[in-house]
């Protein structure tokens, strides 16, 4: 028999169940197993490593595999979802690492984005694991946890505009493979060590946070985290609604500035969630609860608008889309905005790049990323 937090006695756990943080009875997650084999023989196909990584972007394209013979054998690299680039050196020699990479960056015109060190990182080279069955054990780890991760998903959709429900599987493939190389199967928990399940799950349930913190900026959304936090907290344990000057301490921050965050956490939901509503002309009252029917020649007109419009849109998606992988990024966001602004919005390129908050010809070299793809598309 054993004893609780509480000091009630408990049966023993059964060989699958767990203790939870909560101190409630759970089950451990399962081995995933691919043709036959355990997902620790696979795993141990690439055994882990620790090194110090160094994590940077650039604003053009570019493969951090180049930089391999610079930085010696024992360094290696892998592209992520997100496009941004990594490489591993062994532990004590990433800022020595990073030096190299800025230096060979001068010489070759490549500009660097917010370059930075982490020392003592878990690392699996996943080139050594056979071809085929590391895409097939991820398959099967989302396949298990998909229909298991209802609140995550539905929060990722809620978060990230323009992310439908249909999309969140294959997004979800995708940051499992990103993870893989983070994996220790030898870390030691309060229940023993955590198969790769439970791994990716823990990682999972900060996935929306992280995701929408990259898309719309990492101190809004932690303001509004911070915020909504303490608005339950006062309105469960005081039964009041926070004041300002509550949410204020929670932010750690004055009432002037809270005003400010605020705001701009106020303005990032409406331009998330707004709705368009037509109506008539404003000198036309009457109007407003009619509606007017297209004649024949304006529906064949606006019909022929609409395809050639839609013709453009899915060029210029296909332009910003590459599932082929052969670019540096599967999606290229920054160029699908400054097309946007520069064609659908009229805006010149300098105000463009303002808008964006990013180098002039960093705007300009995104929107002719678009236009070289569209020159083979016959458009008319």
């Not at 620790?50 to 930089?67: G, I, K, M, N, S």
């Not at 995550?152 to 978060?159: E, M, S, T, Y």
């Not at 913190?213 to 907290?233: C, H």
């Amino acid at each position: 028999m054993g004893a609780g937090m509480d000091g009630a006695f408990r049966a023993p756990l059964d060989g699958d169940e767990i203790l939870t943080a909560t101190h409630r009875i759970g089950h451990r997650l399962p081995n995933m197993s691919v043709r036959g084999m355990d997902e620790a023989e696979i795993f141990a196909c690439a055994p882990t490593m620790t090194c110090d990584r160094v994590h940077w972007d650039t604003v053009d394209e570019f493969d951090p595999r180049t930089l391999l013979p610079v930085l010696g054998p024992e360094a290696y690299s892998r592209q992520w979802s997100d496009g941004q680039h990594r490489v591993w050196v062994p532990v004590g020699q990433g800022h020595a690492a990073r030096d190299v990479i800025r230096r060979w960056c001068v010489e070759h015109d490549v500009e660097p984005v917010n370059m930075r060190v982490e020392p003592k990182v878990v690392f699996r080279n996943v080139d050594l694991i056979p071809a085929g069955l590391l895409p097939e054990l991820v398959a099967a780890t989302v396949d298990w946890l998909y229909p298991r991760t209802y609140a995550i998903r539905r929060k990722l959709v809620a978060d990230l505009d323009l992310v439908e429900a249909d999309d969140v599987r294959s997004m979800m493939f995708l940051f499992v493979h990103d993870h893989v190389d983070r994996y220790d199967p030898g870390r030691e928990g309060a229940n023993g060590t955590l198969n790769f399940a439970a791994f990716v799950l823990g990682k999972l349930r900060t996935w929306p946070q992280d995701a929408a913190r990259s898309v719309y900026g990492r101190a809004v959304i932690s303001d509004r985290m911070t915020l909504a936090r303490a608005v339950d907290s006062i309105a469960s344990d005081e039964g009041r609604s926070a004041t300002e000057a509550d949410r204020a301490a929670a932010l750690g921050t004055s009432v002037t500035d809270l005003r400010r965050r605020e705001s701009a956490i106020s303005a990032l939901s409406n331009i998330r969630h707004q709705q368009s509503l037509v109506v008539g002309p404003a000198d036309a009252a009457d109007r407003l609860n009619t509606i007017e029917v297209a004649g024949d020649a304006d529906v064949a007109i606006g019909t022929a608008e609409y395809d050639s419009s839609a013709e453009m849109t899915r060029a210029v998606l296909a332009a910003v889309n590459d599932p082929t992988g052969k670019g540096r990024r599967a999606q290229d966001p920054l160029a699908l905005a400054a097309v946007y602004l520069t064609f659908w919005e009229e805006l010149s390129r300098p105000q463009v790049a303002r808008e964006l908050e990013v180098l002039p010809k960093t705007a300009n070299a995104a929107v002719g990323r678009v236009l070289d793809s569209l020159k083979s598309a016959d458009l008319r």
